[in-house]
């Protein structure tokens, strides 16, 4: 069985962040691969500015070359929109997987306004990663309120398959400033050499265009 971590998001655009999150993530966890879920359209973000999907998927796939990191649009081929039917199906497409979902602290310092997010937290184990500027707020959030009572020992997070969900741990990262809204502000015509991107999704092995 592998062992994968599920980190969403637009990747509006995929960035070293990422990577950088996903190859500490993978080494703490002792994961054999991440799976970048790239958004057809994240609900809680506006879509202006969005670049397509296809250029996304193709940026994010070059920026995880030479890694353990699958960027994959399979949300598009499922039809799903919010992250609790997302991982579902995917843990039905995927049995002989274990996975654990991954967020940033930003994440979690909005984790209550997703759609049935105790639903995600009763799915699969979460591991939340230090983002700066975003620890305490996350930590004084009204669904860490909840979880608290769910959290792990740090030293224990290579034994998440055995934890029985809802499951926290807290993973302390080196901070890491990069973010796709500065790379957005710096470049913001970053997209224009994947606008005719034909891109095969590894997990659906469907063309994204």
């Given at each position: 069985m592998a062992r994968i971590g599920l980190l969403g998001g637009s990747f509006n655009p995929a960035h070293g962040g990422h990577r950088a999150?996903?190859?500490?993530?993978?080494?703490?966890?002792?994961?054999?691969?991440?799976?970048?879920?790239v958004s057809p359209g994240n609900p809680l973000k506006p879509r202006a500015g969005m670049a397509s999907l296809a250029a996304r998927l193709a940026h994010a796939r070059?920026?995880?070359?030479?890694?353990?990191?699958?960027?994959?649009?399979?949300?598009?081929?499922?039809?799903?929109?919010?992250?609790?039917?997302?991982?579902?199906?995917?843990?039905?497409?995927?049995?002989?997987?274990?996975?654990?979902?991954l967020m940033g602290a930003d994440n979690l310092a909005q984790?209550?306004?997703?759609?049935?997010?105790?639903?995600?937290?009763?799915?699969m184990p979460i591991a939340v990663i230090a983002r700066p500027g975003y620890d305490s707020v996350a930590r004084g959030s009204g669904a860490m309120a909840w979880l608290r009572r769910f959290v792990?020992?740090?030293?224990?997070?290579?034994?998440?398959?055995?934890?029985?969900?809802?499951?926290?741990?807290?993973?302390?990262?080196?901070?890491d400033?990069?973010?796709?809204?500065?790379?957005?502000?710096?470049?913001?015509?970053?997209?224009?050499?994947?606008?005719?991107?034909r891109v095969r999704d590894p997990l659906t092995r469907r063309l994204i265009v």
């Open positions: 999150i996903s190859m500490f993530a993978a080494k703490a966890l002792r994961l054999d691969e991440v799976w970048w879920l070059a920026v995880a070359r030479r890694a353990p990191i699958r960027p994959t649009a399979i949300e598009q081929a499922l039809g799903t929109r919010y992250t609790i039917d997302s991982i579902k199906v995917v843990r039905q497409r995927f049995p002989r997987n274990q996975f654990i979902w984790f209550g306004q997703w759609r049935d997010w105790r639903g995600i937290a009763r799915q792990r020992p740090a030293r224990q997070s290579a034994d998440w398959t055995d934890w029985r969900p809802p499951a926290l741990v807290l993973l302390r990262f080196r901070p400033p990069r973010s796709a809204t500065l790379l957005r502000q710096a470049k913001p015509l970053w997209h224009r050499e994947y606008e005719h991107a």
